[in-house]
């Protein structure tokens, strides 16, 4: 069984700021890629910004210099530091996680229950 548990979400006037985390939980043997995705009203849920293990970040264009992912792998978490936001930046953010359980032989996707961001004008 795994947890992938969000929490910093909010409503947050535009220029604003939020901070959110992602802790996985559960019979973990290694996670390779972590990430946030969104997902607002009427959309296809869309890439906000991926990390890998070791570090190397990837970023939608309409989030890139305002928005910070990070993780650490001791705790087995992921954030994301969210800067100058936006109204169109409100959604439903989702954790998501390529990890290993132990026994397993394969990687597998596993996903958050999603947190809601909304940015006022």
């Known amino acids: 069984q795994v947890q992938l548990v969000e929490s910093g979400g909010g409503l947050v006037q535009a220029g604003g700021s939020l901070r959110l985390s992602c802790a996985a939980s559960?019979?973990?043997?290694?996670?390779?890629?972590m990430g946030w995705y969104r997902q607002a009203p009427g959309n296809q849920r869309e890439l906000v910004a991926t990390?890998?293990?070791?570090?190397?970040?990837n970023y939608a264009d309409s989030v890139k210099g305002r928005f910070t992912i990070s993780r650490d792998n001791a705790k087995n978490t992921v954030y994301l530091q969210m800067n100058s936001l936006k109204p169109e930046d409100t959604a439903v953010y989702y954790c998501?996680?390529?990890?290993?359980?132990?026994?397993?032989?394969?990687?597998?996707?596993?996903w958050g229950q999603g947190t809601q961001v909304t940015v006022s004008s």
């Open positions: 990390i890998t293990s070791g570090g190397n970040t």
């Open positions: 559960g019979n973990i043997f290694s996670i390779n890629t």
């Open positions: 998501n996680a390529d990890l290993l359980l132990g026994g397993a032989p394969y990687y597998h996707d596993y």
